[in-house]
């Protein structure tokens, strides 16, 4: 058994000259091979292969022998149970001078200190988020907190314009019961965009301007403007950027349709409108919670709220337009936008308001901004075959 562990040991010495001499036959590795080789050499001289000691010994192998050493400390081996990452880290401090370098030693200890609560904040970040998504959720489920309803105007216009008897004048007639949209309708129709011959003065004179589809989608969006609204003043700022947000999105998607020459070109337009709506239940969720007194929500900061939203708006967002009976493809694109896993059986829709929600970042119309976004680098925009020069 003695010889075996000779034995051992010499392998064990041999081992960097042996890796040293494999890498030597690939080219790309021939700046490291000092480093491999000399990854074992101790600070004071008492290392191996060369027995090198101080500045004799790399930079580079200097700071792979802390690594290597702290590595072999917290991870399980048949012949020795892991320690934890203080104890590696006092194993450090202690060999500093004789096996690790005494100037590198303190500056690697704080950084796998930062990095292992770095690491315990994001750990104790994410639980938050869990525990306040949970209690949002399950206070709509209770029905403490009742999610948004679509006004019945909406529903009214969809059976209106579903019905086999379907005529201008009737929708007219039913849109003329609301006030706001009637004068939202006959300003668009008068806008530079379907300005006529004549101005129009009535609901019956803008709905044949502006057609039957782009009249739904225009009072879509009056309606989904007045559900971002919440009492608490703390969040009138973000519900705001939201809503900019979604009307930029739904811009955007309509605008790659058209490009594409893709049917049903309003219907892009009203995904893009609702494919964040999840998030405002969220939001009205925890000012709601917050009005009441929970400590939970109380203590939630803007980053803690912007996970809080990431986490579970797709998923609300997909219940809540399955409440307002929405089709399944609108369902998809609020379940899936965010982080679809792109290919090519993903829905165009999907990869349309996908592409379309990330272009928002260029016009700083998001709650996320990066003006160097390459249309011609994002995979939704190469699988719609958008070509790479075509800027949005």
Avoid at 42 to 64: F, N, T, V
Avoid at 170 to 189: G, H, P, Q
Avoid at 356 to 381: H, P
Wanted: glycine share 6%.
């Amino acid at each position: 058994v003695a010889d075996q562990s000779e034995s051992e040991q010499l392998l064990m010495a041999r081992h960097p000259v042996q890796a040293e001499k494999i890498l030597s036959r690939i080219s790309i590795f021939k700046g490291i091979l000092p480093i491999i080789r000399h990854h074992h050499e101790h600070y004071d001289g008492s290392g191996y292969p060369d027995g090198l000691k101080a500045e004799q010994i790399p930079l580079g192998s200097r700071i792979m022998r802390m690594a290597d050493h702290f590595d072999r400390m917290i991870a399980a081996r048949p012949d020795k149970p892991a320690v934890g990452i203080e104890e590696a880290l006092r194993s450090i401090v202690a060999g500093q001078g004789s096996i690790f370098d005494p100037a590198l030693a303190p500056e690697f200890v704080t950084m796998i200190k930062a990095t292992y609560e770095s690491g315990q904040d994001k750990q104790k970040d994410g639980e938050v988020v869990q525990k306040a998504v949970k209690k949002i959720i399950a206070t709509f489920e209770s029905g403490v907190i009742g999610l948004p309803v679509l006004p019945t105007i909406v529903q009214k216009i969809r059976e209106t314009i579903a019905a086999p008897n379907y005529s201008i004048d009737a929708l007219a007639k039913l849109l003329e019961l609301d006030a706001v949209i009637s004068v939202r309708l006959i300003a668009v129709a008068n806008s530079v965009v379907y300005r006529g011959r004549e101005k129009v003065q009535t609901v019956r004179q803008a709905v044949p301007r502006l057609g039957t589809k782009e009249t739904d989608n225009i009072v879509m969006a009056i309606v989904n403007r007045n559900l971002y609204q919440t009492e608490e003043m703390g969040l009138q700022g973000l519900m705001e950027r939201l809503w900019k947000h979604s009307l930029a999105t739904a811009f955007c998607a309509r605008l790659i349709a058209e490009r594409l020459k893709l049917g049903e070109q309003e219907s892009y337009f009203t995904m893009g409108l609702i494919h964040d709506i999840g998030k405002v239940p969220l939001l009205q969720g925890i000012s709601t919670l917050r009005a009441r007194g929970d400590e939970t929500m109380k203590a939630l900061d803007y980053a803690t709220i912007d996970n809080i939203l990431k986490e579970a708006h797709e998923r609300l967002g997909a219940e809540l337009l399955k409440k307002w009976e929405f089709a399944e493809p609108f369902v998809r694109v609020a379940q899936m936008h965010e982080h679809p896993v792109l290919g090519e059986q993903t829905p165009k829709a999907v990869l349309v308001v996908h592409l379309a929600n990330i272009l928002t970042r260029t016009i700083d119309l998001s709650t996320y901004s990066d003006e160097s976004v390459d249309l011609g680098s994002l995979e939704s925009a190469r699988l719609l075959g958008l070509p790479p020069h075509l800027s949005a």
